[in-house]
């Protein structure tokens, strides 16, 4: 989000143990990634998308922009309502001005993606906080269909984006993990002509295929050799447009379940949450930890599975994550840690490398954090090591935020489980994913004050 949207000055929160339990049903907002996607698609197809559920939160607010600056049509219709107005595959127009992507890393790269096989250039910036996230994951692969990149030092934004003209189609086996990287080679594959495959040895969160399925597009998910998926887009399809309904994010959700795990005597709903198989790692990490919760009234909506889901208050115990869950929680990290610094044993997070290049260097961010409210915590190379004693930890940390939403959110959750209030420096960030998070938790109890 352009800096001078946002408010200028910090704003300091506090999350301190509330007076009673946690109690109530909510709904938190749609799913980012989807939400990134439904954008993005439905501005590359050929007619009208009605989209229900948006999260309208400053990462997608970008996304929104960013299409609306090079010709779809993009409107607000009302709390989440959105209609996007395709211009066709290929039908986008050369921004008049730099595109600014704010703190959204799946903005930026994805969008790279769609750009790379658009034959006009583009410049392309975000905060401080993307202005150092590596984008070479997604130039390096996107530079095979053609396009030109020009960026600063370390393949950083700003960089400039000159699509190719006449794209050759790509095979690309992705050497980390990221769903941004495959969405942005599928995109790029998509106004190219031909077949373009990635390879992912690891499963990551599958939005990007199931949502150009729903546009009409062919997506062929085959097994890898060696594990993993081949997933191939044939390029150059009739896109159509398609209503989309957002579901309810689980990587939103994930506060409101672990602050209903901790809080003694609580019990939270929170109603449709989307749970794509590729993104629920947490819940079974809690399900292994003891946690309690129920999933109700199972369906299907707008083509993902979601459920309500029911947490109760409970004694945790430690547990061993292993690496491959990583990308089925990726954004799951700080929260769990929360949940395991208040749990009895140890708990080891293993293969956590690509947290330190998310909105923060979040493997040391929490590290530093919990150590500030006396938890006894360890890095070991990428493995995050907290050891908790199933009593209250002791709290009482002021935590550096450095523009990432979840550290914010995560934080505040253990000052609702602490001895001592846990102090955030600037809650400012946390509406990048989850607007309306404090009034939201404070209607089931929380109590999440600002401090001066
Ligand atoms: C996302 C993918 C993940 C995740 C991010 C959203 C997406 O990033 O951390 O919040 O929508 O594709 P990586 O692809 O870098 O793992």
Redesign the pocket.
């Known amino acids: 989000m352009p800096d001078d949207l946002i408010a200028h000055s910090p704003a300091p929160l506090a999350g301190a143990r509330p007076r009673g339990a946690l109690r109530g049903t909510i709904r938190v907002p749609g799913d980012?990634?989807i939400s990134?996607?439904a954008l993005m698609v439905g501005a590359l197809a050929v007619g009208r998308t009605e989209i229900s559920g948006l999260l309208e939160g400053q990462d997608v607010l970008c996304t929104a922009a960013a299409m609306r600056a090079m010709g779809a049509g993009v409107e607000r219709l009302g709390d989440g309502r959105w209609r996007v107005d395709g211009v066709g595959l290929g039908g986008l127009a050369e921004p008049a001005d730099v595109l600014d992507l704010g703190n959204s890393?799946?903005a930026a790269?994805?969008l790279l993606g769609v750009l790379a096989t658009h034959p006009f250039t583009t410049f392309v910036t975000g905060d401080a906080s993307l202005r150092t996230r590596p984008m070479r994951?997604v130039t390096d692969p996107l530079a095979r269909f053609g396009a030109r990149f020009a960026s600063r030092e370390g393949g950083r934004l700003p960089l400039a984006v000159t699509g190719a003209a006449n794209p050759v189609p790509v095979e690309y086996t992705l050497p980390?993990?990221?769903?941004?990287?495959?969405?942005a080679v599928l995109l790029a594959g998509l106004n190219t002509p031909g077949e373009t495959t990635v390879v992912e040895p690891h499963a990551?969160?599958d939005?990007?295929e199931r949502m150009l399925g729903h546009f009409g597009a062919t997506v062929r998910v085959t097994p890898a050799e060696g594990g993993g998926k081949r997933i191939t887009v044939v390029g150059q399809p009739e896109l159509a447009a398609a209503p989309i309904v957002v579901p309810a994010d689980v990587?939103s959700a994930a506060f409101a379940i672990v602050a209903g795990l901790v809080v003694p005597g609580s019990e939270v709903t929170i109603d449709g949450v989307g749970l794509n198989p590729s993104r629920t790692g947490l819940l079974r990490c809690l399900e292994e930890m003891g946690a309690d919760i129920a999933y109700l009234d199972e369906r299907v909506e707008g083509g993902e599975p979601v459920a309500d889901l029911r947490v109760r208050a409970g004694e945790l115990r430690g547990a061993e994550i292993p690496p491959e869950r990583a990308?089925s929680m990726?954004?799951e990290y700080p929260v769990l840690a929360v949940a395991a610094c208040c749990a009895k044993g140890r708990t080891v997070m293993r293969g956590l490398a690509?947290l330190r290049?998310?909105e923060s260097d979040r493997l040391a961010g929490m590290a530093q954090g919990l150590a500030a409210c006396g938890v006894t915590v360890a890095v070991e190379g990428d493995d995050l090591i907290v050891d908790g004693d199933g009593a209250p930890p002791p709290g009482g940390g002021l935590i550096e935020t450095r523009l990432d939403h979840r550290i914010a959110m995560a934080f505040l959750v253990l000052g609702l489980a602490a001895k001592s209030p846990v102090r955030i420096d600037d809650a400012r960030p946390i509406a990048t994913?989850f607007p309306g998070f404090v009034p939201l938790m404070n209607r089931l109890g929380a109590g999440f004050a600002e401090i001066s």
């Open positions: 980012k990634s990134h996607r890393g799946t790269r994805v994951r980390v993990p990221s769903a941004q990287v495959k969405s990551t969160r939005h990007t990587s990308p990726i954004d690509e290049v998310k994913s």
